[in-house]
Each structure stands twice: as C-alpha cells, then as structure tokens.
C-alpha cells in the first residue's frame, strides 16, 4: 500500500438536498432487495472549482476544490427518451486537498488535484445521497461510479497564479455518458 498522489485533508457540505419528485416517482415503492434504480440516461449536471490555496506549504501544493452535483429533472422537448430520477439532487461539497512534494512526477499537482479531488468529493456525495435516500419513498438510490479525466487540461493552462481564486468547470452529461467506471 502506498499513499495517494494526493491526500484530501478536509470535506464540507455547503448544501444536501434530496428530495422525492412526485412527478417522477415510481407509482409503487420499490423493493430494495429486487429492485435497483440505475441512473441510465438520467441528465447529472455537475459543477467544478479549484483554486490554489498554498503553493508554499512545506508538503506540498494545497488546492481548494468544490464539486456540485445537481439532477433537477427538467423536461427536455428535444430528448423524448429521455429518464428521470425519482429524486431531485442538490448538493454540493467542498474540499482541501494537498499534492505532496515529488508527485508533480506521475502529472502537474493542478490536473492531479482536480481530477483525483473531484473524485473523492463525488465519492462524498454518492455516499451522501445513497444514506439520505434509503430512508425515503422510492427507496436507496446510489450515483453512479464515474471519472474526471475530462478535467485534464493543457498544460499552457496548469500555470495558475496566486491571484487566480478558482477555475470552474461545468458540464451536463446524462448518467450513461458520465459513468465511465474509474
């Protein structure tokens, strides 16, 4: 066992939000031991942030980061196959992370900050929903497993300044297009 190429010092929730969606839920409650809800071309949006908060620091580079993720079930004219979710999903994470001295060796401690700590706030709150939805209507529903290599950048752009605060990334991609497993 080895450490991470980066270590997450700190998670906060700013906002939990789960919340059953009458319009969409099943008409009866599922059982939870035949029945699994799968976010299969469910809409997930997801929003990004990251700012260096120490580049100094005698460990390493410190990196503030934020993930939100949000499936609001909105009606899409444009997309009549489109599923919903029977539950309305806000919330949002923020987190501290570290990229010790000597990992800029495997990437840029930016890119491995940002796609290694967005992981682990998605982790937060998958964990998060699933223990706030076991006990609702329609039963535990669990996010499903997916990667941020998408938040790889160039490396011309990795060079961040001092002065810039943070870097945000939004994206919309249904379930089946954002689950690629890790």
């Not at 329609?138 to 941020?148: D, E, Q, S």
């Amino acid at each position: 066992m080895k450490p991470a190429p980066i270590q997450l010092l700190q998670v906060m929730f700013r906002r939990v939000s789960v919340e059953w969606d009458e319009r969409h839920a099943p008409a009866e409650p599922p059982n939870p031991f035949t029945t699994v809800f799968t976010f299969d071309g469910v809409d997930i949006s997801t929003e990004f942030s990251i700012g260096v908060l120490d580049a100094e620091d005698e460990r390493g580079r410190m990196f503030g980061i934020g993930l939100r993720v949000l499936v609001d079930n909105a009606e899409a004219v444009d997309d009549p196959d489109r599923k919903f979710s029977p539950y309305l999903i806000d919330v949002e994470a923020r987190g501290m992370v570290l990229v010790p001295n000597g990992a800029e060796t495997l990437a840029p401690a930016q890119e491995l900050a940002a796609v290694n700590g967005a992981s682990l706030l998605w982790s937060a709150i998958r964990e998060q929903v699933l223990s706030v939805s076991s006990r609702m209507l329609a039963g535990p529903v669990m996010l499903p497993t997916v990667h941020f290599h998408d938040l790889k950048q160039q490396e011309e752009s990795l060079k961040v300044a001092p002065q810039e605060k943070s870097k945000r990334a939004r994206s919309k991609k249904t379930a089946s297009e954002s689950g690629k497993a890790d």
